[in-house]
């Protein structure tokens, strides 16, 4: 079945760790997102990439880093230096031309 | 500043009964407007979709509405069921964009 994988579903980070999320397409899509969701805030863009070894900054990249370098791959980290890191965390994919994104079923991180 | 605004932040509606959720934008340059159904713990999943040269589309027991004078659109959902119970995000898009610009989103309760 073709579909995003993002794993872990569950994660805690202690402060001042780094840790990285994972997403995982096997829709052969160029263009990859990660989103953040916070109550009554909706979706928030972190990062973008629509090709690999390229990616571009969101509206609140502040703290987080990518890297995509498969086409299938786009994992996300949280550093040290994401304040406020406690969320829900999506990643989505689509085709350059295309208009339907789709979701993963999403990280929750929680700081302890 | 938000590219597509969203209304009410929540809903409460008997069963059986209508449930409009409602979205405004500003550029006029968008031309794909999807919405979204989210069920706790999952990601979105597209719902219904529509481009601005209809004024309506209509699957099964969802329709969209779209006023492009006003710069509008709307979800009705006939019918509302418990199992309807999700948060609903609208979403703006356009040809050669990096992102879907979302909604606020929109928590949707149906009792019984």
């Known amino acids: 079945d073709g579909g995003i994988t993002q794993s872990p579903k569950y994660l805690f980070r202690k402060e001042g760790q780094n840790v990285t999320l994972s997403c995982e397409q096997n829709?052969?899509?160029?263009?990859m997102y990660w989103y953040r969701q916070d109550p009554g805030q909706g979706l928030r863009l972190i990062y973008y990439s629509q090709i690999v070894n390229d990616f571009q900054k969101g509206d609140i990249a502040e703290g987080y880093s990518v890297s995509r370098e498969k086409k299938e791959s786009f994992p996300l980290t949280v550093t040290s230096a994401q304040k406020n890191p406690t969320a829900f965390y999506l990643c989505a994919s689509r085709t350059l031309a295309g208009t339907e994104a789709f979701f993963g079923q999403g990280t929750r991180l929680t700081v302890v | 500043q938000q590219q597509v605004k969203q209304s009410p932040q929540s809903l409460i509606v008997q069963k059986g009964g209508i449930s409009i959720i409602n979205c405004a934008y500003e550029n006029t340059a968008f031309d794909y407007f999807p919405w979204y159904q989210q069920f706790p713990g999952k990601g979105p999943a597209l719902l219904i979709a529509i481009r601005p040269d209809v004024s309506e589309k209509k699957e099964g027991r969802f329709t969209i509405s779209f006023n492009k004078s006003a710069k509008q659109f709307s979800l009705h959902i006939m019918d509302s069921q418990p199992g309807d119970s999700a948060t609903y995000f609208c979403?703006?898009?356009?040809?050669?964009?990096?992102?879907?610009?979302f909604g606020t989103g929109t928590r949707l309760t149906v009792i019984p």
């Open positions: 979403a703006a898009d356009r040809a050669g964009a990096n992102n879907l610009f």
């Open positions: 829709l052969n899509h160029d263009a």
